[in-house]
C-alpha cells in the first residue's frame, strides 16, 4: 500500500511554544489529507480535513487559530500547534487519500507524539 | 451524530484461541465499515473494509461481518498468535459524501504465548 510519512515521531516542548509536525505521501499524490489527534485509552477523533490549495476544514470544536494546517502541496501537509499547553499533549496522526484508490482508502501515518511540559 | 462503540474494551487470550471482537454503531446510514490494527505509539493499518452493501469480508484469518440494519459487525481472529496482539479499531465512513472516519475507542488484544 501507498506510504504515509509524518515528522517527528516525537516531540517534547515546553509550554507556550509553537510545534509544526509535518505529514508526507511519499508515492503518491494526496489532494485530500486528514489530521487525527488520540488521546490515551480514547477514540481516534478527526480534527480537520486538508485539502491541496484550499483552507482546512475544522470540526466542531477545534480551534482553527490553534491548530494551523497547510496543505501546500501534493504531498505534504503541516499542523502547527501554536502556543501549545500541557492540555494539548496527545498522539497526532496524519492520513491521506490516494485519488488513484477507492474515496474510502486512507493511508495512515506513523503519528506524532506531543508531550507539552 | 454517529457514535461507535467496541466492546470489550481489552481481551487476553492464550495463544491458538479463536476470539471475537464486537463493534457498534448508532447510525445505520453508513457507507463502509472498516478494521484496523494499531501497535503501540503507531499509526494505524488497514485490515479489512466492507462496503455497506456487503456482509462479510475475509482476509487470511481474519473474518469481518457486517449486520447494517442492527448497527453492527464483529471481527473473527483464528487461531490467535501472541504477534496479533495490538488495539483493533472499528471505524465508519457515513454517507453522504463525506469521507470522515468515526473511530470506536478499540479492543486492546493480549494474546499469551
Known amino acids: 500500500g501507498a506510504v504515509v510519512s509524518q515528522h517527528p515521531s516525537w516531540v517534547i516542548c515546553k509550554s507556550g511554544t509553537s510545534v509544526k509536525i509535518e505529514c508526507r505521501s511519499l508515492?503518491?499524490?494526496?489532494?485530500?489529507m486528514f489530521w487525527y489527534r488520540q488521546f490515551p485509552k480514547q477514540s481516534l477523533m478527526l480534527m480537520a480535513t486538508?485539502?491541496?490549495?484550499?483552507?482546512?476544514?475544522?470540526e466542531q470544536g477545534v480551534e482553527k487559530d490553534k491548530f494551523l494546517i497547510n496543505h501546500a502541496s501534493l504531498t505534504l501537509s503541516t499542523l502547527t500547534v501554536t502556543s501549545a499547553h500541557p492540555e494539548d499533549s496527545s498522539f497526532y496522526i496524519c492520513?491521506?487519500?490516494?485519488?488513484?484508490?477507492?474515496?474510502?482508502?486512507?493511508?495512515f501515518g506513523p503519528g506524532t507524539r506531543l508531550l507539552v511540559l | 451524530k454517529q457514535e461507535v462503540t467496541q466492546i470489550p474494551a481489552a481481551l487476553s487470550v492464550p495463544e491458538g484461541e479463536n476470539l471475537v471482537l464486537n463493534c457498534s454503531f448508532t447510525?445505520?446510514?453508513?457507507?463502509?465499515l472498516q478494521w484496523f490494527r494499531q501497535d503501540p505509539g503507531k499509526g494505524l493499518t488497514s485490515l479489512l473494509l466492507?462496503?455497506?452493501?456487503?456482509r462479510e469480508q475475509t482476509s487470511g484469518r481474519l473474518n469481518a461481518s457486517l449486520d447494517k440494519s442492527s448497527g453492527r459487525s464483529t471481527l473473527y481472529i483464528a487461531a490467535s498468535q501472541p504477534g496479533d496482539s495490538a488495539t483493533y479499531l472499528c471505524?465508519?465512513?457515513?454517507?453522504?459524501?463525506?469521507?470522515?472516519?468515526?473511530f470506536g475507542k478499540g479492543t486492546k488484544l493480549t494474546v499469551n504465548p
Open positions: 492520513s491521506a487519500r490516494d485519488p488513484r484508490a477507492g474515496r474510502e482508502t486512507q493511508y
Open positions: 508515492d503518491f499524490q494526496a489532494t485530500t
Open positions: 486538508s485539502n491541496e490549495g484550499s483552507k482546512a476544514t475544522y
Open positions: 447510525d445505520s446510514a453508513i457507507y463502509n
Open positions: 466492507i462496503q455497506s452493501s456487503q
Open positions: 471505524a465508519v465512513t457515513s454517507q453522504g459524501g463525506s469521507e470522515k472516519l468515526v
